[in-house]
């Protein structure tokens, strides 16, 4: 079974950089044909899918976070990171490791195994 864990701080500041670290067992993030992706959920509101890093290293983005968004990985730890530049209070949310086989979902049945989430506050 693919476990995935979510770990990073729970407050930033705003206009700071938020990053979060997946670690990955069960499964390699450098084979297979599946997507490993960041969701985020903020209050009130729906799931939102951030992006994306395949077994090959090829990199996705939601259009509208393209700009302050990257994945990166470390095949080495099994891990994959998320890093959001310039951060508001909009960036607020829980966020989710998850992995499936296609891109964008906004529901968990769009992936096959998430991670538990982090609460993570943009605040001063």
């Known amino acids: 079974q693919v476990r995935l864990q979510e770990s990073g701080p729970g407050l930033v500041k705003p206009s700071q950089t938020l990053s979060l670290t997946c670690t990955v067992s069960?499964?390699?993030?450098?084979?297979?044909?599946?997507?490993w992706s960041w969701v985020r959920q903020s209050p009130g509101k729906g799931m939102e899918w951030m992006g994306a890093?395949?077994?090959?290293?090829?990199?996705y983005y939601k259009p509208s976070l393209k700009s302050r968004t990257s994945i990166s990985r470390d095949t080495s730890k099994n891990q994959f990171t998320l890093q959001v530049t310039s951060v508001t209070s909009e960036d607020t949310a829980v966020y989710y490791c998850?992995?499936?086989?296609?891109?964008?979902?906004?529901?968990?049945?769009?992936?096959?195994?998430w991670g538990q989430g982090t609460q993570v506050t943009v605040s001063s």
């Open positions: 069960g499964d390699s993030i450098a084979a297979g044909s599946y997507y």
């Open positions: 998850a992995v499936g086989r296609g891109l964008g979902g906004t529901k968990r049945s769009d992936y096959d195994y």
């Open positions: 890093s395949t077994a090959s290293g090829s990199t």
